[in-house]
């Protein structure tokens, strides 16, 4: 008999004999293919595990000798194969594919094809993965096919018609009548109605109440995905990050995959890391082809999203980036260029898209961007700002409300607000309302239930407790500390040593930095307090650390400009060479040599308004100057704030409903947490002797490397 050849070198091998013509053909059993590596072969006397003699060897090894294993002929040789291909279904298979039980069960039936013949096989192959391993959960129509059809179009027009609140009460009603699949998928639709509703506190008592045995295995997936969802609504991005790793994203439905990408964006904007939000958003758009209109909001959203770097971080980013994600970098520094639509970023965009032809980048994409850097205020909006007039916060209602009316002058959309003021409480009738600014009467709202329009308070309550349509924003200084411990994180510091006043405002700024600095990880060296404004503080602070303290690599600084002159002074001649960084009280926004010169390499950070020196539109304080001389004194960021408020208002609610949908505002890129607390990203900048300087990051301690 001639011996077989076979690329694989050995094989199971079949003699057409043992299976009668009548079952399968003898051209069928010619060219099909066993499990494992095996074959039927019309040539061959027996089943067995054929090794070709001829096959080459590696030089210096023995040829390989042919086993003597044939199979016996018995009633279970013809099921032989059948058996094989079954295998993949057997439990110790299972073990491999216990996260992926649909893939599992495809192989098994794909197996079992295989074995069988290339026709049989196929039309087996197709029946038995349709009922192995298709789940109803996959498809919702087939999930609620028990379902009354009237009662669940009736749930779904209140979703479509922005009522998602309602259309979760009605899910849930259907719910309690109907029958595992139909109850969890129900349930399951409720709970995205109350996170569309920002009701995060119910949603959750939902998916608790599910009964996660009888959910498919989608919707096991589609669970976790929630999960991972309401962890980032209750501020907690480390715990979604790690439920997000827990879902199949395969197994999710398209419209529950849109809703994975957008949330890991959130979450990876959430821990400032831009560059991996627009990934994810990337990735999303891939999937919204068929959607043009949905495809432009997240084109929009992931350069706003990248706008958070900044300029100069934007050119960097660009250097080290490829494919379509560098043509995404580069476009949103070419669009920060252009602070206002024109002709000249419309032309500069077209130049752009001819130059790198096979981007996905959509042709009205430029419109689009600075659409929503406008007001984008629906018509007819009467806007109600809430700013006191005298007393302790009249000076800073005057700048805030100033910086209202030059964005709302400045603004290019079509529709403009209705805009009225007013010193006392808010009047009914308004659609939209910004203030107050007072902290009690900010936490006097939030001790309601809920507001009856969306309104943005200029301050934060003592209380954090959330309430439906409060959302909070406020320059707080503790802002800056966090921001400050994020920035010596991200350069590799770990230890750090604080200086800061002996007073409440010292206490004040110092507390949150050693907050956030022990959530991240990073351990407080030592504390040293001074004096505020006594004849010693500088050389009490710095004597504190001289020579410095062995066990730290950075050092948060909490003065004024001339306080953090003589310490930095003090540390020089004490020879520390440790990087230190402080909050935005050090720079007034003043030209000031002298005090450059003294505060050279200290790095802060500050709103982008304050040290955007390239601006020149009719909102950058280069252009402001002229015409408002206010913008240069002590409430000068108020000013921003004003601009940030007002463009903020139509769009609040809206990003309160996605967490980690950044604004690239005056006073920062900006978030909303589930609490309705606006979050500020600041940049990060150093003194040099020719003034502050933005920059990427900071560096490490000389000799010194960062930390993974």
Request: aromatic share 6%; hydrophobic share 45%; with cysteine.
């Amino acid at each position: 008999m001639p011996a077989t050849t076979d690329p694989q070198d050995c094989r199971w091998v079949w003699p057409p004999r043992i299976v009668p013509t009548s079952l399968l053909s003898h051209s069928l059993l010619s060219r099909a293919t066993l499990p494992y590596g095996g074959a039927f072969e019309p040539e061959t006397a027996m089943l067995r595990k054929s090794c070709n003699r001829d096959a080459p060897t590696a030089p210096g090894k023995a040829p390989k000798k042919t086993p003597s294993a044939a199979i016996p002929w018995g009633p279970g040789r013809l099921l032989w194969p059948v058996r094989r291909a079954s295998q993949c279904l057997e439990p110790r298979f299972a073990r491999r594919s216990a996260r992926h039980p649909e893939r599992l069960l495809a192989r098994g039936c794909l197996k079992l094809g295989q074995a069988l013949g290339p026709v049989l096989g196929l039309a087996l192959a197709v029946a038995l993965q349709a009922g192995c391993a298709s789940d109803p959960a996959r498809d919702p129509r087939r999930a609620l096919a028990t379902v009354p059809a009237d009662a669940l179009a009736a749930a779904e027009a209140l979703q479509q018609d922005g009522k998602p609140a309602a259309a979760a009460a009605a899910y849930l009603e259907l719910a309690a009548a109907a029958q595992a699949p139909a109850r969890g998928q129900l349930q399951l639709a409720a709970v995205a109605s109350l996170l569309d509703a920002a009701n995060a506190a119910e949603a959750g008592a939902v998916l608790a109440d599910i009964h996660q045995p009888e959910l498919t295995g989608t919707q096991r997936q589609s669970a976790r995905l929630f999960s991972a969802e309401l962890a980032l609504r209750r501020g907690n991005s480390q715990q979604a990050r790690t439920a997000l790793k827990r879902v199949n994203q395969g197994a999710l439905p398209k419209h529950l995959r849109v809703r994975s990408l957008r949330l890991q964006a959130a979450v990876d904007g959430l821990d400032g890391q831009p560059l991996q939000a627009a990934r994810s958003l990337e990735a999303l758009d891939r999937l919204l082809r068929d959607d043009h209109a949905a495809r432009l909001d997240n084109q929009v959203a992931l350069l706003l999203t990248l706008s958070s770097l900044g300029p100069e971080d934007l050119r960097e980013a660009a250097a080290g980036q490829r494919g379509s994600l560098r043509g995404w970098v580069e476009l949103a520094a070419l669009f920060a260029q252009h602070p206002a639509p024109g002709p000249g970023v419309t032309a500069d965009y077209q130049r752009w898209r001819a130059r790198n032809g096979g981007h996905p980048a959509l042709a009205n994409l430029s419109e689009g961007y600075f659409a929503a850097l406008a007001g984008g205020y629906p018509a007819g909006t009467d806007l109600l700002v809430w700013l006191p007039e005298d007393g302790r916060y009249g000076g800073a209602g005057a700048m805030i409300r100033a910086g209202i009316r030059a964005a709302r002058d400045a603004d290019p959309g079509a529709d403009r607000p209705r805009l009225r003021f007013t010193s006392g409480a808010a009047e009914t009738g308004a659609d939209l309302v910004i203030g107050p600014l007072d902290k009690q009467a900010v936490t006097e709202l939030a001790g309601r239930a809920a507001l009856a329009v969306p309104t943005l308070a200029l301050n934060r309550s003592s209380d954090h407790s959330p309430t439906s349509n409060l959302f909070q924003f406020a320059l707080a200084p503790e802002d800056e500390s966090r921001n400050a411990a994020d920035y010596a994180w991200a350069a590799g510091t770990r230890r750090a040593a604080l200086i800061y006043p002996d007073d409440g405002f010292g206490e004040r700024l110092t507390a949150p930095f050693r907050r956030q600095w022990r959530i991240l990880g990073g351990e407080i060296a030592d504390e040293r307090p001074y004096a505020p404004g006594g004849p010693s503080a500088d050389a009490m602070a710095a004597a504190a650390l001289v020579p410095p303290a062995p066990s730290a690599d950075v050092i948060f600084l909490v003065a004024g400009s001339a306080d953090a002159g003589a310490i930095l002074d003090q540390l020089r001649q004490a020879g520390s060479r440790l990087p230190v960084i402080a909050t935005s009280h050090v720079y007034n926004g003043d030209q000031a040599p002298e005090r450059d010169r003294a505060l050279a390499g200290l790095y802060f950070v500050d709103i982008p308004w304050m040290l955007d020196q390239e601006r020149t539109d009719a909102l950058s304080r280069n252009a402001l100057r002229r015409t408002q001389p206010k913008v240069q004194g002590s409430l000068a960021r108020l000013y921003a704030m004003g601009i940030d408020s007002y463009r903020l208002a139509p769009r609040i609610a809206g990003m309160a409903r996605l967490p980690g949908s950044v604004f690239p505002g005056a006073t920062g890129g900006l978030t909303v947490d589930a609490g309705g607390l606006v979050q500020r990203r600041l940049q990060l900048a150093q003194f040099t002797p020719r003034g502050p300087v933005l920059r990427q990051a900071m560096a490490p301690a000389a000799g010194q490397t960062s930390a993974p």
